[in-house]
């Protein structure tokens, strides 16, 4: 099966106390998004790029100036996060493996991408996940709280990867904007998502300390 990955990039509110969205926001000298396509390039038959379109001006001014050369075709996204993945799914065939993963996690290693792709044909679904570390608390509506067993809960990662026609069926539910993830919502739908282990390097860069993080495992 053809093997497409779609890359979703952050829109207007992802800025970390700077000027830019975070996936612009340098690493070793490049911007933190050509980090995070070039783990896809000889991988995936076609590279999707959603990005907000106030930006798309901007990232072909930056392909450039860097001489960036990873093939992608990039996709105006929406206003959620959920639609701009929907808007990228309208350039994927049935018939393949689709892979979403998120723009600021640039340390996602071609071993574990290709690991998911191999699940998703087998299963249909799959997600990285790691261990928590720390003790977690549930917290009620009244604002009391309880300690909960950690080991019966999982971080989720990216890349969340499908059979493009599972992944497309789940985002026929019309309300496929209240799942906070493309697996809750394929699994709303009826497909159970297989689980394998993900990367510890594997980071959203969420924060200044987390940019500083991946730089150094970059």
């Not at 909960?148 to 019309?174: C, D, G, M």
């Amino acid at each position: 099966m053809n093997k497409v990955a779609i890359i979703v990039a952050g829109g207007i509110g992802s800025r970390m106390a700077a000027d830019l969205p975070k996936q612009f926001l340098p690493i070793a000298n490049e911007p933190l998004l050509f980090h995070t396509l070039r783990k896809f390039e000889n991988l995936v038959d076609h590279l999707i790029l959603v990005m907000h379109p106030e930006w798309i001006s901007y990232w072909n001014d930056l392909i450039a100036k860097h001489s960036f050369n990873v093939k992608h075709t990039i996709v105006a996204g929406g206003q959620t996060r959920a639609q701009s993945v929907l808007n990228g799914l309208e350039h994927v065939e049935n018939d393949c493996l689709v892979a979403i993963h998120d723009a600021a996690r640039p340390t996602v290693t071609k071993e574990l991408i290709d690991s998911t792709f191999k699940n998703a044909e087998k299963h249909g679904a799959c997600i990285p996940v790691i261990d928590l570390k720390d003790s977690i608390r549930e917290i009620s509506e009244d604002g009391n709280s309880k300690a909960v067993n950690r080991s019966k809960f999982k971080s989720v990662q990216t890349p969340q990867t499908f059979q493009a026609s599972i992944l497309k069926a789940a985002f026929e539910n019309k309300d496929y904007e209240k799942y906070t993830d493309d697996a809750s919502l394929v699994e709303a739908n009826g497909t159970p998502v297989f689980l394998i282990e993900g990367e510890e390097k594997n980071i959203k860069v969420t924060t200044a300390s987390d940019l500083i993080l991946v730089a150094s495992f970059i």
